[in-house]
């Protein structure tokens, strides 16, 4: 069964800090890794799709890598803001299945 | 940008009652989806829908759980008989195919059993 983590479970750093979260998983036999935001008691915010084929993907402040052999995928943030408080949430997508991280909870502090 | 919607945004039962969440896809998604989030834990998967049956389900989807695409454009989730520990948030999503385009979700509902 397909298992994610990530780490670390929580962050906090000053405004402005690049910042790194990372991702692993057990089997490398997926269709795609998505990155996602959630606010509390909010719904998931897509951020990026990583198709299994690809390397990278990138979307503003943000850049995520995929390593499809080693099961693992880093989420960076650049010059983080406040605004970017949040529990980030990775989720690689095994046939019908969707397979969810505990999430890591961001706090930017101004 | 097309979203997926849900209603009601939190809905609050009694044990034993039933109880219908109901979603509506992007319209030109043929793959739908309900997960559940139980306050504090992992975003587990419940049930996947394609043609008009179900393609997936968890160990969680028991007989209490049944999903139905009554029209066009609803997809819902009954639970026959709630318990204390189905309250959790309720996310639909929706996908336009299986594997490279990803899932889009919705705002979920909130189910607070008593």
């Known amino acids: 069964k397909q298992e994610v983590t990530q780490i670390p479970a929580a962050l906090s750093v000053p405004e402005g800090e690049n910042l790194v979260l990372n991702c692993s998983f057990t089997?490398?036999?997926?269709?795609?890794l998505q990155w996602f935001r959630q606010d509390p008691g909010k719904g998931l915010t897509s951020l990026l799709l990583i198709q299994s084929s690809q390397r990278e993907q990138t979307s503003g402040r943000l850049n995520a890598s995929l390593d499809k052999s080693s099961g693992r995928s880093t989420l960076y943030i650049a010059a983080s803001q406040p605004g970017d408080s949040a529990t980030y949430l990775c989720?690689?997508?095994?046939?019908?299945?969707?397979?969810f991280g505990s999430g890591t909870k961001l706090n930017v502090k101004p | 940008e097309p979203e997926v919607t849900q209603t009601p945004s939190h809905q609050v039962t009694q044990m034993g009652q039933e109880v219908i969440l109901r979603c509506v896809p992007i319209?030109?998604?043929?793959?739908f989806y309900w997960y559940r989030q139980i306050l504090g834990q992992k975003v587990e998967f419940l049930v996947s829908f394609y043609n008009n049956e179900i393609s997936e389900k968890s160990e969680i989807f028991d007989d209490q759980f049944s999903v139905e695409r009554p029209d066009g454009s609803n997809f819902t989730l009954k639970i026959r008989s709630t318990k204390l520990e189905d309250s959790a948030m309720y996310f639909c999503a929706s996908s336009e195919a299986r594997g490279p385009t990803g899932r889009v979700f919705g705002p979920g509902t909130r189910l607070t059993v008593l």
């Open positions: 319209s030109n998604h043929l793959y």
């Open positions: 089997d490398s036999a997926i269709y795609n």
């Open positions: 989720a690689v997508e095994v046939g019908d299945k969707f397979y």
